[in-house]
């Protein structure tokens, strides 16, 4: 398994479609497959010029074992005729004669790698039929002694050498014919090993590359389905690592931006329910503890007032004292229903993400997602929102950009728009009073056209 993790990245680096990648792998097999394919043509190839070569050596040896046994005949018509000197028996010996010419003929057609040997045997041959022909035209003369004279002295010799030079081819082709059948059974036995190696070869390397096809699909599709859920359990940390540069990459990649943009919004709902959670609270607080510390205060003047001007002092100051407390707590619960009330920097993103879809605008923000100090994330906040009511009021922008850096000693956020910044030459109340905010808290801001067109907003605050 790791021996092939190699191949498997190697593949997975290739950028192809996997449909391109599954074609060229078929397209190996198939090559495979025909080289196989070409090795069993050539294997047949052999094999039948082989079995054309016995065929071969198997004519000469039968037309060499034709011309033996004409040769034999020969001898045997002649003796005959000699034996009874009748005209049939002539006849006879002079057509076999004509036979074993024959033979020759087919000898020297089908056996033309031994020219020197067929030549001597040509020679012989036509000596012997000579001969023959000679010892017949004395037995048709009557002289029946000179023809057996004629065969003993010079027929018989003639026949001998040609039955031996004959056996000599045979007894060449018998060897020739046995070395050819040793060679095809060795040759079938090579071929069958190197067929079925090239075979067995083929099929490892189909299943290696099957496998490894296999793996560089299978592997990434588990692990964007393990990230996935992890997303689904609510873990939006982390990536999915696949090397892939194809289908699968592109795949692993917008899931990791699925998980990130919901981690983000994730953030976001969570801030904004604190949010609501925090108006909620400033409400409840407002209408309970403010108006009963309103009435406590009104409640106190009156009774102030009624107080008798000879009655003792001392009455008088602890319901002075019960109105400035009540007055006191009052001025903070005040404070605290503002604090609650107080924006935040998530929450201002989330609105501005959803104003500006709103009115059309596109949107990019870049905002990594980081806990910042309270005075810091509002004074952001309050940017955004001035930043923002800007854009869509005055600018008429079809792109807006918001960026925050940070910095170890400060953190900075930029608005940017690509609008014609119709009827706005200087900034108005609100930017102004965004620049107030900031440098309250040690900041600086900045708002004005950029060189290229459109309208920029910088922030800066310590933190």
């Known amino acids: 398994m790791r021996l092939l993790n190699p191949f498997v990245r190697w593949l997975a680096r290739i950028p192809a479609p996997i449909q391109t990648k599954l074609l060229i792998a078929l397209g190996i097999l198939a090559g495979l497959l025909t080289a196989l394919g070409v090795i069993g043509l050539v294997v047949l190839g052999q094999a039948n010029a082989r079995a054309e070569r016995l065929v071969e050596l198997q004519l000469r040896t039968a037309a060499s074992s034709d011309l033996r046994l004409a040769t034999t005949a020969q001898l045997y018509s002649l003796t005959r005729a000699i034996a009874l000197p009748q005209t049939v028996s002539v006849d006879a010996a002079l057509r076999q004669v004509a036979a074993t010419g024959y033979s020759f003929d087919r000898l020297r057609y089908v056996d033309p790698e031994e020219r020197d040997t067929v030549a001597r045997i040509g020679g012989v041959q036509t000596a012997f039929a000579a001969a023959t022909t000679r010892a017949l035209d004395l037995v048709t003369a009557g002289r029946i002694a000179e023809a057996e004279t004629a065969q003993t002295m010079e027929v018989t010799p003639l026949g001998d050498g040609l039955a031996l030079l004959t056996d000599q081819l045979v007894n060449r082709a018998d060897a020739e014919v046995a070395q050819g059948v040793a060679d095809t059974r060795d040759a079938y036995a090579r071929s069958q090993i190197v067929v079925f190696a090239f075979a067995g070869a083929g099929l490892l390397f189909a299943l290696v590359l099957a496998f490894v096809i296999a793996l560089s699909i299978l592997g990434p599709l588990r692990a964007i389905g393990a990230r996935v859920e992890r997303i689904a359990e609510g873990d939006f940390s982390g990536h999915v690592r696949v090397e892939n540069r194809d289908e699968l990459g592109t ?206 907003v910088f922030v800066s605050v310590p933190l």
């Open 251 to 456: 795949l692993a990649a917008n899931v990791d931006r699925m998980g990130d943009q919901l981690g983000v919004l994730y953030q976001q709902l969570g801030a904004r329910a604190a949010d609501d959670e925090r108006l909620r609270l400033a409400r409840d607080l407002h209408d309970l503890l403010g108006n009963s510390l309103s009435l406590i205060t009104i409640k106190s003047q009156l009774a102030r007032r009624l107080l008798p001007p000879d009655d003792d002092p001392r009455a008088a100051n602890e319901v002075a004292d019960i109105e400035r407390v009540a007055r006191e707590s009052l001025q903070d619960v005040r404070h605290a229903v503002d604090g609650y009330r107080q924006p935040t920097f998530t929450s201002a993103l989330a609105g501005a993400r959803a104003a500006l879809a709103a009115a059309g605008i596109g949107s990019t923000i870049d905002v990594t997602p980081e806990s910042l100090p309270t005075a810091v994330d509002a004074t952001l906040a309050w940017a955004v929102r001035e930043g923002i009511t800007n854009v869509i009021r005055h600018s008429g922008a079809a792109m807006c950009s918001i960026r925050l850096t940070r910095k170890t000693r400060e953190a900075s956020l930029e608005i940017t728009d690509n609008g014609a910044l119709a009827g706005m030459t200087a900034p108005g109340n609100g930017l102004r009073g965004l620049q107030e905010r900031v440098a309250a808290g040690g900041g600086h801001s900045s708002a004005g056209p950029l060189p290229a067109g459109g309208f920029r």
